[in-house]
């Protein structure tokens, strides 16, 4: 006897008992959400009005000459509403936390783009609002910590473990083990315990849903390949969800290449070898793991990318062949990102530059017939702190350093 | 339901006829290494603690609290392994003459293999597991491992179940049945009230096994209140946190204190 | 005799000899894309591709309750790309600088948010940029230099006069009469010579159309009121521009009240008595300025406020009452935006919070059957050292003067 | 094309008798402060300056190069005013016996209304008025009140300029054409070439009024070459930077070098 929510053998939902009944319900209320109509029309007016959907599509024009093979387009996550495709999951989940009459929601968040997204959504439905990240992003992304403050929710900096997303994953399912009666865990990726990987796809769907239209539209064509980078994967299987029944089109999942392959400094759990499977956070897919199946230290230029584990459903597409899987070195990404910037006017979120460095490294090869299509899950504005430190800026350190010798005057003085 | 007899339940069964409610405690194995590990374990067994948890240390125990949570963490960080794990364990179940369970998170089994994980358990001594991330729909080949082994599965009661999960745990558990005692995670404060007594009834009337209440229980009182209504007392966070503070040898007058 | 460009009195193209070829170029390019309908096209098709027009409507639903008068809707100019209605005015500019056969790009800009913008579009159309900017400004805006530089453009920080956004005007005029052959000046409002004002107008009152026609579809009828914040006015006038021939909606402008009515250090040329008419920076409005005609510090907590003159065409419809002008203090200001962030997971710019503030005075007079509409003209995470110094966030101080430290240890250490 | 005799054209015509090029300097008033004004024009009348330009500073001097910029922008710093600098212009043109005119723009004009402005100016003895971002088109009522009073209003041509728009400003200027010596503000690089003389011989085709020329003329060799090609030499930004690097002092002896 197998649970559902199995992907061939990844997924499950490897929760502490007393979660099971909070799982069958919310395992129910989204059932009934995906089999009511009228839920996602809900969804799609809630997307449409308070975010911008559908999103457009653009084409890189600059870029696809200079590269000289396939003509670029991306998907532009970036333009919803607090900045990533992180918005479409908070809002399904947003509706049906109201729907199952709960008044609270938690989340955790590593980039603290999932936290922001996840504030924002408790202030527009009036939910009480826990935001748990691990300690050491709390301190590299205040940005992000401020505009969660100012949206009303409390952020619990979590110093166990690596005190990064991983830890502020278990820490959430604390809370939630103790508050599931009136608290919904909003989870950020299409990871976890069944169902939240698949419910979050779902939501994610409605990306590679347009963005298939919109192409036809567009180019007349399906896009040949279709890349997005993946840290949990739900922008990714948002995106690729629109072209699972269409065999032609290849799927590429970009990882986290951090230092790169053999340094053991990436989170590549997919395209290096140096993953296996395993059992945590309450389902089973690749992680990077110790032979005893202790969690390891994982490594990327990008907060959103830099996590253990992956969708136990990419893990499936992996094994299945439907997806293939690459990775980007930190080096590249950054300078994949530069590139858009100076040459499309486009920012592009650093776990966002990993698809576009992959997107760039094979477009060149390709004929100038055919179309590819890439994923900007977000941009890079909010990054501002992680982005002037990436490229360098010796101006972004002075202005920092002044700024701060004022706020110390200031403080003296007053 | 018992589908099968286990020394475990024997065991407890037995210590049962000479005492009104049994105490077992909580360790994890390499915290703060392991040689203070044996040495909590003799003295707890020495003061009259009649069964013990040994914690397999996990990177992510997702359902401990704060306390335990951090002696995961040291004792991976001074070198625990699963090996040493399994090394200690079946050393302390040579030396000391009561049951001794592991408990774990499901990805130690499951990167070991379930089956050698199952088969070294019992071929050390151990006599059962709480595997508290292991709801027994996901853990088919573990409960047929263990029944192979004739070792006891325990699984968890919740004031969150229905009589009809607790039906469906009971027949999946052998050994005893752990309930905790409130919502949330290992090692926070639980009111021993009218309430508890109710839930620790509906506990009971949906087994048939022995019953464990874990989950805040620190003080005599807390002992006096569940005698009668349970059989076994757990004390997990509360023996990690005198050991923190007071240190191995705290943890003597502490369990005596308790049992006195 | 009169040039064309005047609103009543207003307006005109007071400009040096040496531009007045290029004025005239310009003002034929302009009226030819005028009555090109390609053009517009063209236009529409770039904002909705590359940016994500039809930008959405989004109810207030926790705010109209709240305050229990008028339902609040409010038109997303955030979500532009960039984060503001400035792209707007940009990309037009860029597909008429593309028309006229020019390869440079020059602008102003007082917060940013234009440079951001221009720099932006300049990448994307293959421009050479360049920038002009208040040394004041650079300092207090350090992450929008950060990507206009990123983008490519040269910001030149401007230490003449009050080193704010008039003086950065000036010195983009100065750029101008010398390098007009090949360059064009993307003013970033409705203000300066004609054809600007009314040509940036044009651009933006694709707001005003949109606006319109959702408002009809949505609740069926016209909103009553209609807010914008003024600057230089060219958001005002791009929402204000659909509903010129409604009579029956009132169209109120705010200005930045700063430290209050008899202060002095405000920016309001309209709502209070201090400006009176006059001609600088290439045209004839009201200015704050002097007896002698010398223009006088202005003040405001939002950069993009803070300016000296208003649109000819804001200041022609004072005169003829077509639209009301109030103001709204620094104080009202931020506890409006910070209201509408913890309420409805919005997060005006501190320049569009000066509508909100507006329209929250006057929303509990109105019946609950009446709508109104405020123009959200861009999103304030970028202006996140303002907006964390207005609100006096300590964690934020703590956190600049860490990275502080940390830059200069790294400092001391490589 | 004068349409009314005007007492600067007439000025500049009998000067001309007497010299191959006339020299008009620069000034703005109050810079660095009024009493050195007065001092520098002083000077310059001495070493043989034949008329001069008094710059009444303003806030947005949008069409001035850093230099004067610098000068218009501490002028007001140390309190020049519209009043002051009538005053001011009044005492030099009763002591110096050369033709003064105001530069400055429009707004200063504007706010002072624009018959009262031009008629002090006349009672005072400003002969005319050079206001940059003031196209005629824009300029009718300053026009008719500079016509009413006898007052020339200069025009100034620019390598942008078309014969056609040469004429349109002929027709609407008194007194002299200034000609740009190249694009951009004053104060910057001009080079003296054959381009220069092409186009000065376009201005000299399309206006019968004196021609003066100006931006960038700083050395012997620029008045030499200006020589039979234009009737006057405006020396504008280089005699403020004189003033701001070497002082009152350095104004004499840099006028006499360029008129030796
Ligand atoms: C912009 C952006 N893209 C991608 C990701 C990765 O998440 P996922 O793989 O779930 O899309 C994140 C996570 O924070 C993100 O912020
Ligand atoms: C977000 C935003 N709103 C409003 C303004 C004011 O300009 P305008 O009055 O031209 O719309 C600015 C100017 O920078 C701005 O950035």
């Known amino acids: 006897m197998r649970n559902s929510g199995y992907y061939s053998q990844f997924g499950g939902a490897f929760i502490p008992e007393i979660l099971v009944s909070t799982f069958d319900e919310l395992e129910s209320a989204y059932l009934e959400a995906r089999d009511d109509p009228s839920f996602w029309q809900e969804y799609v007016e809630l997307m449409s009005t308070y975010s911008c959907r559908a999103t457009p599509i653009t084409r890189l024009d600059n870029l696809s000459d200079e590269l000289g093979g396939a003509n670029i387009y991306v998907k532009r996550e970036d333009l919803n509403h607090t900045g990533a495709h992180k918005a479409n999951n908070v809002m399904g989940q947003g509706l049906l936390t109201r729907r199952m009459g709960k008044k609270r929601v938690i989340a955790e968040t590593g980039a603290g783009q999932h936290g922001v997204a996840t504030a924002t959504m408790a202030a527009k439905f009036g939910f009480d609002c826990t935001i748990y990240m691990g300690a050491h ?27 990064t997303l991983k830890d502020a994953i278990n820490e959430a399912f604390r809370d939630w083990v103790t508050n599931m ?9 299409a990871c976890g315990p069944h169902p939240f990987p698949e419910m979050v796809s779902w939501f994610q769907s409605i990306i590679g849903t347009e963005a298939r239209e919109q192409m036809l539209e567009r180019t007349g064509v399906l896009p040949k390949r279709v890349y997005a980078c993946v840290g949990g994967g739900s922008n990714a299987m948002g995106l690729f969800s629109g072209f699972f029944d269409d065999d032609a089109v290849e799927l590429i999942g970009v990882e986290a290449g951090g230092r790169g392959k053999g340094s053991g400094q990436h ?89 576009f460095a992959q997107a760039f490294r094979e477009a060149p090869e390709m004929s100038n017939e055919d179309n590819i299509l890439i994923n900007m899950s977000g941009r890079a504005d909010k990054d501002i702190f992680t982005v002037a430190d990436a490229v360098h800026d010796p101006k972004w350190r002075e202005f920092i350093i002044d700024k701060a010798a004022a706020y110390r005057r200031e403080m003296s003085n007053g | 339901m018992a589908e099968y007899a286990t020394r475990l339940e024997e065991s407890i069964r037995a210590a049962r006829q000479k005492k009104d ?37 996990f990177s992510e125990p997702m359902a401990d609290g704060p306390v335990i949570l951090k002696a995961n963490a040291e004792a991976l960080k001074s070198g625990a392994t699963v090996e040493r ?58 409960l047929d491992a263990m029944r192979a082994a004739r070792l006891a599965p325990v699984h968890i009661f919740t004031p969150n179940s229905t009589p009809q999960r607790m039906q469906f745990l009971d027949q999946n558990s052998e050994g005893f049945i752990y309930s905790v005692a409130r919502k949330g995670v290992t090692g926070k404060e639980t009111s021993f009230t009218d309430d508890l007594a109710d839930y620790l009834s509906t506990c009971r009337e949906n087994t ?31 023996t990690i946190r005198v050991l923190e503070t007071e240190g191995v040898e705290g943890v003597r007058p502490f369990i005596d204190a308790l049992v006195a």
């Open chain 1, 267 to 355: 989170a590549a759990r997919l395209a290096y070898d140096d993953a296996t499977i395993g059992v945590a956070q309450g389902y089973k897919t690749f992680f990077l793991q110790n032979m005893d199946g202790q969690m390891q230290d994982t490594h990327s230029v990008s907060a959103g990318l830099d996590y253990v584990g992956v969708s136990p459903i990419l893990s499936h597409l992996h094994e299945t062949k439907r997806v293939r899987f690459e990775a980007a070195t930190d080096e590249e990404v950054v300078a994949a990102m530069q590139r858009t910037v100076r040459r499309e006017g486009l920012i592009p979120a650093l776990e966002s530059s990993h698809a």
């Open chain 1, 137 to 163: 992003d709390v301190a590299r992304q205040r940005p992000n910590v401020f505009w969660m403050e100012q949206m009303g929710a409390t952020v619990v900096a979590v110093s166990d473990g690596s005190q």
């Open chain 2, 208 to 238: 048939s096994l022995p019953l464990a209440v874990g989950f805040g229980v620190k003080s005599r009182e807390d002992i006096e209140f569940l005698t009668g209504k349970a059989d076994i007392a757990v004390i997990g966070s509360e």
């Open chain 1, 181 to 189: 009666d009136d608290t919904h865990y909003v989870l950020g990726t």
């Open chain 2, 85 to 142: 794990s399994f090394e200690m364990a079946e050393w302390l179940t040579q030396r000391f003459d009561i049951p001794f369970l592991f408990m774990t998170y499901y990805n130690i089994l499951f990167c070991q293999g379930i089956d050698k994980f199952v088969s070294r358990c019992q071929s050390i001594g151990i006599q059962g597991c709480i595997v508290p991330d292991l709801p027994p729909a996901e853990g088919q080949d573990y």
């Open chain 2, 21 to 57: 409610l049994l105490l077992m405690t909580h360790i994890v194995l390499g915290y703060p290494d392991f040689d203070s590990s044996a040495r909590v374990v003799e003295d707890m067994v020495e003061a009259g603690v009649d069964l013990m948890e040994l914690q397999i240390p």
